[in-house]
């Protein structure tokens, strides 16, 4: 009974779990479209790793910030801002993670 219990919960977080997925790309395709424009190359995995480190790192020091209120060129001037003064304070984001943040702001930016 247990064993049944567990399979069925694990078979329903699967199909969640694609439908999510599946939800989360119909959303970025017309996004990630657009930022393999900008960003010849750029893979959804990429974009996930840019939301990642934006939550781990941005976040320790102030709200998450809704990336629309500001364009390409913007975001552009105020993620190294902000990687040098979080750098500053201890935060470890090396210029890979900046990039990954950098892109994933912009994409965010293009659903205006």
Same mark, same amino acid.
């Given at each position: ?11 329903? /977080?699967? =199909?969640?779990? %694609? ?9 970025? @395709?017309? !996004?990630? &479209? ?18 990642? /480190?934006? =939550?781990?790192? %941005? ?9 629309? @209120?500001? !364009?390409? &060129? ?39």
């Amino acid at each position: 009974m247990k064993k049944t219990k567990a399979l069925i919960t694990a078979g329903l /977080l699967v =199909i969640m779990g %694609c439908h999510a997925s599946r939800q989360i790309s119909e959303t970025l @395709v017309p !996004n990630m &479209a657009q930022a393999a424009t900008i960003y010849p190359g750029y893979t959804p995995a990429q974009f996930a790793e840019g939301e990642k /480190l934006y =939550i781990q790192k %941005c976040t320790t020091c102030h709200n998450k910030k809704d990336p629309k @209120v500001h !364009n390409q &060129a913007e975001w552009e001037k105020i993620v190294p801002k902000m990687v040098s003064m979080a750098n500053k304070k201890s935060t470890n984001i090396d210029s890979s993670s900046k990039d990954l943040i950098l892109k994933y702001l912009v994409t965010m930016s293009l659903s205006k």
